[in-house]
């Protein structure tokens, strides 16, 4: 075998793995590689705290990989994996996926990924053979236990890949079922980009005596990202866009909008204008959201539009270029959005177009990563005429003295009355359960509706927010 690349056989990896590093192009692991594995190989629970696209990955499949090898005495029984690897999102499991067959090609280890989205009998036909890893989301898992074609018991390594993300989309307890359902004697291992108050709180239940690890700080973003914003007003944000893919000849870009409507909305403009695109969210069939990012991938398509929790686990070698089509709501998914480029030590571009309601935002973000963003100009598109929106206080209606007890008294009179009184009530104008808005003025003094009021011309339209 040719020599094995300098720095990954220190960490006491196999040699058919080191093979296989030397082949897929790596030369020097990585500070998240070079502190978690030899933890992960010493059988110790691990908390790990790293960037997007520093390598975590490979910072525990490595050394999975080599003691599933070196302790593979026989073939594990159908449907009984020795490791679990837990993923937010599809698209993650199958990267995930994708990393352990790289990895693994030399090794008698067997894998299977699971995911909703797509048929399951073709899962539970796998699960009959002998699988040494199961990567999978966590719906898709719990249904495949509770149709008794996966058996945990005999799992001796859980590992939850961005643990941050599967809290903040409700899967805590769907994680702790699962581990639950283990021996007790499992390893497990926790990585994520960030870690959080409730992500250290989880950490206590599931982890024992775990070694903490961490190559960067929290939430600071790497130098290796080019930052800038473009004051923009809410509608000129479209044009803006097209402007500088067009201008700059971008040829892949991947675009954030803050919902799936605006995604689908940016890539029926931009298709307009003569820019390939295509929306990737959670509202899209597995099929159609992986058709949509081989696309990307391939040059078919040079704009992605996505939301935050779709995007989560894309993995695009050497993409140069993210835009903030619309800042996040919570400033930690910035820095979770612009880890897409900027990956294995290539340059990359982060662009934010900020519109005058997100002013706010762009200060949170930029104290949230310590340092400010570059405000850039571009003639004929920038700058700020909108006016902002902020939550006008409600007009107070005039005081009419007694109304509500008046209001009241109309009521329990109009309760009371017979038939003839509620003729009489009717009198030329029509009642007021007719009119749905003036629903306040039943039941005057005289047991007449009170007349509509007139729309208000002069009133100010609140512009929505960016």
Known sequence: MSQSPLGFESLGLSAPLLQAIQESGYTQPTPIQQKSIPVVLERRDILAAAQTGTGKTAGFTLPILHHLAETRTVKPKPGKPRCLVLSPTRELAAQIGASVQVYGKYVPVHSLVVFGGVNIERQIRSLKKSVDIVIATPGRLIDLVNRRHIDLSQVEILVLDEADRMLDMGFIHDVKKISAMMSGKKQTLMFSATFSTQIRSLAKTLLKNPAEVSVAKTNVTTELVKQSAHLVNKGGKRALLSHLIQTNKWEQVLVFTRTKHGANRLVEQLNDDGIRSEAFHGNKSQ????????????????????????????????????????????????????????????????????????????????????????????????????????????????????????????????????????????????????????????????????????????????????
């Not at 058709?291 to 704009?303: I, P, Q, Y």
């Not at 050497?318 to 998914?333: G, K, R, S, T, Y």
């Not at 038939?419 to 039941?443: D, F, L, Y």
Request: glycine residues 10%; charged residues 25%.
């Open 287 to 466: 099929t159609a959201r992986t058709k949509a990012l081989n696309n990307f991938k391939s040059g078919k398509v040079r704009v992605l539009c996505a939301t935050d929790i779709a995007a989560r686990g894309i993995d695009i070698h050497l993409l140069p270029q993210v835009v903030n089509f619309d800042l996040p709501l919570v400033a930690e998914d910035y820095v979770h959005r612009i880890g897409r480029t900027g990956r294995a030590g290539s340059n990359g571009q982060a662009v934010s177009l900020v519109g005058v309601d997100e002013i706010k935002l762009l200060s949170s973000i930029e104290k949230l990563i310590k340092q400010p963003i570059e405000i850039v100009e571009v003639d004929g598109h920038t700058g700020h005429t909108d006016k902002p929106s902020p939550a006008e206080p409600r007009k107070q209606r005039p005081k009419r003295s007694n109304g509500k007890k008046r209001a009241a008294s109309g009521r329990a009179a109009s309760g009371n009355s017979n038939s003839n009184n509620k003729k009489k009530a009717s009198g030329s104008r029509k009642p007021s359960g007719s009119n749905p808005r003036s629903g306040h003025a039943k039941g005057n003094s005289d047991g007449m509706s009170a007349p509509r009021r007139k729309p208000n011309g002069n009133r100010k339209t609140r512009s929505s927010a960016a």
